[in-house]
DNA sequence: ACCGTGAGAGAACGACGATTCCCGAGATGA
DNA sequence: TCATCTCGGGAATCGTCGTTCTCTCACGGT
């Protein structure tokens, strides 16, 4: 079996394990046999559990913005992809298996003792806020309305993991419908 | 010592290193000596650390919400009232040793293990909606208001806890404002 | 003063988890 | 064929943690 083919079984069992039952939870023994990798190999591949953690952060981090980007681009015009972020995060939220944002999870149960995580868990917010911010540019609103999708979006996000129901979305949506129209009227451009 | 101080030490400890660390990286032996308590009485007092953790929960649902709505019931007119909600967060997230909700921390960290911690994280949320959803039917508007109030809310938490700053604050009172003001337009109450 | 109760300090216990080590099996090359 | 190398399986190691136990001692009632 190639390193690669290893490195891919194993980052697959330890997201699948970390984030449906928290990090500390899954003992490296339960990600091997997930895996069907032995110890010995697991160990050659990431020589510590912090280091997968790390591993598993940085890939989930990676594929969720390009999940999300690869849905919200392909709307028509500004507005509606950033509408469609919202749309995004009710299909999130309505996956089986969803528990709430792996990041603020993992930073509730790390970040006051890792400050690796902690660390990527404010990169990964950095890069979400962005995007939003390239879209509320690209709609030529004023950018604290990227702060306020943000923090909309982020609500939407604990209060659907903690809630067990996916409607925060649209409720985010609503808000962040009416926030839109607000800003296009305090600048003057069309709704 | 009085059973009472008892459990009030050892609360006041179990919270400081809870919430500060998280739960699983704190053991009895740390309670032990930061309340002065000893191991004996305080496993007479709280016979287990899921126990000691349930109590630790209870107590700061019951606290956070009272000093918040002792907070905001000090203003004057409804709409006051639930900006001033973001102006307490914003103090919150300014004291120093703020590190996010510890609601959303444990549920992050136990959420998945522990069907308690999660029942209350979810219990302590329900709490503040009703509390704000109270201050937006005081207020006259619409109930859908108190969800997209309480997103910004939520969002404002776990962003001034990630991010490390205070502006999540200032940022959700300008959302809600906004949301505010659009909502009074709609039921065409006044501003 | 004497006994019983309950307290504190901390060792002891049992479980668990991260990491390393050992052993036997199969593959490879001379 | 035999020496060597690698690998998987899983036992061994080492530390930590929740919880209990032991030992000693101070104190209140007689």
Not at 9 to 31: K, N, T
Not at 46 to 60: Q, T
Not at 95 to 117: H, K, M, W, Y
Not at 147 to 161: H, I, K, N
Request: net charge negative; glycine share 6%; proline share 3%.
């Amino acid at each position: 079996m190639e390193r690669e083919e290893v490195e891919q079984r194993v980052l697959d069992a330890a997201e699948e394990l970390f984030y449906s039952q928290g990090i500390h939870a899954v003992g490296m023994d339960a990600i091997r046999s997930a895996s069907a990798v032995s110890l010995k190999r697991l160990y050659q591949t990431f020589p510590s559990k912090d280091g997968l953690v790390e591993a598993y952060l940085r890939r989930r981090d990676a594929r969720w913005l390009r999940e999300l980007a690869l849905y919200a681009d392909a709307h028509d015009s500004p507005a509606q992809r950033i509408l469609a972020v919202f749309d995004w995060l009710f299909r999130w939220f309505n996956e089986p298996d969803f528990r709430g944002c792996g990041f603020i999870n993992s930073f509730g149960e790390l970040g006051a003792t890792s400050q690796t995580v902690a660390d990527i868990a404010k990169a990964h917010k950095q890069s979400f806020r962005q995007y939003i911010a390239d879209l509320v540019a690209a709609a030529e609103a004023p950018t604290w309305l990227a702060d306020q999708l943000f923090l909309l979006a982020e609500g939407a996000m604990t209060t659907a993991a903690i809630s067990g129901s996916a409607e925060p979305a649209r409720q985010a949506k609503d808000a962040a419908r009416t926030l839109l129209r607000a800003a296009h009227a305090d600048t003057g451009s069309p709704a």
